[in-house]
């Protein structure tokens, strides 16, 4: 059997298991779809099967492995940062709960530094802290190196945390717009996908997802890269402080998905 | 509004409404309990049961659970409900009705004439008092026939909806699964893509391609490009081979309108795939998708639980005369179905209504990666629902689908019910497999090499 680690390595595999067999590999090129399996009876070849396990495994576990604040911090050489967490006490009742998910723990709020922020990033844990931990940090310093003359909050960490958070973190410190940076449900062919959600002043409570932008897929060299994605949200930043708004106002080049980790 | 009260070891217990008293009698699930509706303990939701029992069946024809006048879902259920076809259940307490839908008097004649006069509340109602077995036993007696192209629901079928989809609805990637799932029998339901758009350009492109391939090869099947509702009668006036009409609906007239669709859109619809008429052997034009949770995410559940708002979703479908309808039973997650034995019950309870209700019911037996459930889950799940006698399924490659990112069945688990439960495919589509040489002597199968067959220059032209 081979040695199971990325799910991408294990992928490949996949392309070399159909021998004497052209039609196979060439379709394979046009879709990640797991096609031409072959059978053993009507059930799956043990390998394929053995595979399907393994990116399943992946995506459970990016779900569930805790978040590491400091890992995160630590790629941030000379930006203040804050941890926080929110109202759901364990994974188990964020993963049920995602109002509490989106409520910030009342102690922390308290705690939160006040200023004239024009934006605060938040880190969110969401539902792949392995994304965050992979593509928080680089791609917060892509997006700060493009905001120059911008009053940058400290980074907001956030264990156990939704989309709508961020709400309650940019009300509690005064900032005019968040950013939240946020793991995206896993999929079996993608367990480290980031979300990048702004909100131009919102409103806990009152914000929608129709007053969001959203760049998906975050997750380089497969999905979007840090570069091509920071440019897009300076962009939409420099676009919402003019229009005074963020959301179905504000026009979005880019793919939108409302039910990532919202 | 009534008040419903039961004793329970000595302990007494009060429910405010029948809304209140549905919600509570409810099996345990995440989605209830975020809306502060489940039971509180254990005991309450026994006592509710106990309390639900004795509630005669004409309660649910008097105190509607979402008033008359706020929603057009109950104005539906109401003005539509036959009270001849209620006429042998009419004195009946919810307690009694579960006894008869398990006697032999509910056969499948008896089922099928009682339908009509059923309401969505009665059958969430019976379904909290009923066992899973219970709701295979009868739901198994069901018979709902519809047909396009194809017919599906006869007595020893399974019908499978092939999903091709694709993340940037890539023509050759489409192709390349559409390819996978035929030589492994699926797609007599019907070939149904996910569109990763829903611009009009997009659809009707993949509704070409579709349509290409089964013209091409005289497959007895439909197709249809899962695309909101105005983009179908959009495309339908611009002459676009739409075979089944789609939509996502829900059981409430605000969760409907957070999908961006009204009755009077529906209709308008209907009657325009009807005015097509591309069907052979039927005229049942639309295909409905529903699911536990769509109502309180768009927080328009107006109080009532999430099972029997699902099962208010039904009266929606009904009006159309549906070629299929499925429950995407554990699409949304675990704040709604939390693991495996939640989704199960859910997945038997939705199958279990809509039969009871007439609909031609199928399901997308599937998980999020952050539910608590994996490959047995859905292997259980396939197994129990194939018993209960399931329309059909809908399958994917690997049972992995790579544009909506959650795990269903897959075209093998699909091969497998029907060889452990002696199913076979659609008769159109089984006569088809034949006559392409994919069935073994035995009815099963024939497993391809990938290169030899006809049917490869599906994918051969377009991988090029």
């Known amino acids: 059997m081979t040695e199971v680690g990325e799910v991408t390595e294990v992928r490949e595999v996949t392309e070399v298991s159909v021998p004497n067999d052209d039609l196979w590999p060439a379709l394979r090129r046009r879709t990640q779809a797991r096609i031409g399996l072959g059978r053993a009876g009507t059930a799956l070849p043990t390998r394929h099967r053995l595979e399907l396990q393994a990116a399943h495994a992946a995506a459970r576990d990016a779900v569930h492995s805790p978040f590491a604040p400091d890992r995160v911090a630590a790629e941030l050489p000379g930006m203040p940062t804050v941890r926080v967490r929110s109202a759901a006490p364990d994974r188990l009742t964020y993963l049920q709960r995602p109002d509490l998910g989106r409520r910030l723990d009342a102690v922390d709020r308290a705690h939160l530094p006040g200023g004239a922020w024009d934006v605060v990033f938040v880190v969110a844990d969401g539902l792949s802290s392995r994304a965050v931990h992979e593509h928080a940090a680089p791609m917060i310093r892509a997006t700060a190196a493009r905001l120059p003359g911008w009053h940058l909050a400290p980074v907001v960490l956030a264990e156990q945390a939704r989309v709508a958070l961020g709400d309650d973190v940019a009300a509690a410190m005064g900032a005019t717009a968040v950013v939240v940076l946020v793991g995206e449900r896993p999929g079996m062919s993608a367990a480290d996908s980031l979300g990048a959600y702004l909100t131009h002043r919102p409103v806990p409570g009152a914000t929608t997802d129709a007053d969001r932008n959203c760049l998906s897929n975050i997750r380089p060299p497969l999905g979007l890269s840090y570069d091509l994605a920071a440019e897009k949200l300076a962009g939409l930043l420099e676009r919402a402080r003019q229009l005074g708004s963020s959301g179905v106002g504000l026009k979005d080049d880019s793919d939108s998905d409302g039910a990532l980790g919202s | 509004m009534s008040v419903y009260t039961s004793t329970l070891g000595g302990e007494r217990h009060r429910f405010g409404s029948l809304a209140r008293l549905l919600a509570a009698a409810s099996p345990e699930r995440s989605g209830d309990r975020l809306a502060g509706l489940a039971a509180r303990t254990a005991r309450e939701r026994i006592a509710a049961r106990w309390a639900l029992a004795d509630v005669p069946l004409t309660d649910f024809l008097t105190e509607p659970l979402i008033p008359y006048e706020d929603d057009d879902v109950t104005r539906l259920i109401l ?386």
């Open chain 2, 79 to 464: 003005d539509t409900h036959q009270r001849a076809a209620f006429a042998p259940v009419a004195s009946m307490t919810v307690g009694e009705l579960r006894e008869w839908l398990l006697s032999e008097a509910a056969d499948p004649a008896a089922l099928a004439a009682l339908a009509p006069g059923l309401t969505p509340e009665m059958a969430a109602a019976v379904s909290k008092l009923m066992g899973n077995a219970d709701l295979v036993a009868v739901a198994r007696k069901v018979r709902v026939v519809t047909a396009f192209r194809s017919t599906i629901g006869l007595p020893g079928r399974l019908a499978t909806r092939l999903q091709p989809n694709h993340p940037t609805d890539d023509p050759a990637g489409v192709a390349a699964a559409l390819l996978d799932g035929l030589l492994l029998g699926s797609g007599d339901a019907v070939i149904g893509i996910n569109p990763a758009t829903d611009s009009p350009k997009a659809v009707r492109d993949l509704l070409e391609l579709l349509d290409g391939v089964i013209g091409r090869y005289s497959i007895p099947t439909q197709s249809c490009v899962l695309c909101h509702v105005t983009t179908a009668v959009d495309l339908m006036a611009k002459d676009a081979p739409v075979d089944l009409v789609f939509q996502s609906i829900a059981g409430t007239q605000a969760a409907n309108a957070s999908f961006g669709v009204t009755l009077g859109l529906l209709d308008e619809a209907y009657e325009a795939a009807l005015a097509l008429d591309r069907g052979t052997v039927g005229r049942n034009v639309m295909y409905f998708e529903t699911g536990q949770g769509s109502a309180l995410s768009a927080d328009a559940h107006h109080g009532v639980d999430q099972q029997t708002v699902e099962a208010r979703a039904y009266a929606v479908a009904r009006r159309y005369d549906p070629l299929l309808v499925n429950t995407v039973v554990g699409f949304i997650g675990p704040e709604y179905l939390y693991d495996g034995r939640q989704i199960l019950r859910a997945a038997l309870e939705d199958h279990f209504c809509g039969k009871l209700l007439g609909l031609p019911m199928g399901l997308d037996i599937c998980y999020t990666n952050h539910a608590d459930a994996d490959d047995d889950d859905i292997a259980t799940m396939l197994t129990v629902l194939g018993v209960a006698g399931a329309s059909f399924v809908i399958c994917t490659p690997g049972g992995d689908d790579i544009m909506l990112n959650y795990q269903s069945a897959s075209y093998h688990d699909a091969l497998y019910l029907r060889e452990v439960l002696g199913l076979r495919p659609a008769p159109e589509f089984e006569a088809w497999l034949g006559s392409v040489g994919l069935l073994d002597d035995r009815g099963g199968i024939r497993e391809i090499a990938g290169t030899t067959h006809p049917l490869t220059a599906i994918g051969r032209e377009l991988a090029a």
